[in-house]
């Protein structure tokens, strides 16, 4: 799967590129930084309406705007606002990473708090789902208009 970096790790800066031309829209502040890159796998469409978000776990300096080759590793449940939001962790392609509790525990403790500055705004964790159901979700996620 392809994945285009919106966020860098340790970046504060939340970064909106248009899903179809991927050109940057804008740029906001979020409460945290972001532990690992962060992004969306072109060609999907989630619960949201939006491309599927994306974690890319890796201590490679990808930056914003770099489109990079990914596997699923597993899939978190989120729910934002009500609506699914689920996250896939991914690891650049060939790498060898381990989805341990510390990586669940930093990207959890980053999704509940990144828009701590929005009064309101509800973000739910679930479970952390195994490869094969990350890949089933990108399958149904799958936007046939691109």
């Known amino acids: 799967m392809q994945v285009l970096i919106e966020n860098e790790a340790g970046s504060s800066d ?4 248009d899903e179809r031309t991927l050109k940057l829209l804008r740029r906001a502040r979020v409460s945290r930084a972001y532990p690992y890159p962060y992004g969306f796998v072109l060609g999907t469409r989630g619960g949201d ?3 599927v978000d994306c974690f890319v776990l890796t201590t490679a300096p990808l930056r914003s705007g ?3 080759a990914c596997e699923p590793l597993g899939l978190l449940e989120q729910i934002e606002d009500g609506e699914i939001d689920h996250k896939v962790l991914a690891a650049l392609a060939g790498e060898d990473v381990a989805l341990d509790a510390e990586v669940v525990t930093a990207v959890a403790d980053f999704i509940t708090g990144v828009f701590a500055h929005i009064p309101g705004k509800r973000m ?3 479970r952390l789902l195994p490869r094969a159901d990350a890949e089933a979700y990108l399958q149904r996620c ?3 208009a691109g």
Not at 14 to 17: G, S
Request: glycine share 12%; proline share 6%.
């Open 124 to 126: 739910t964790i679930g």
């Open 14 to 17: 939340k970064n909106t590129f």
């Open 66 to 68: 770099a489109v990079v």
């Open 142 to 144: 799958r936007d046939p």
């Open 49 to 51: 309406g939006d491309a």
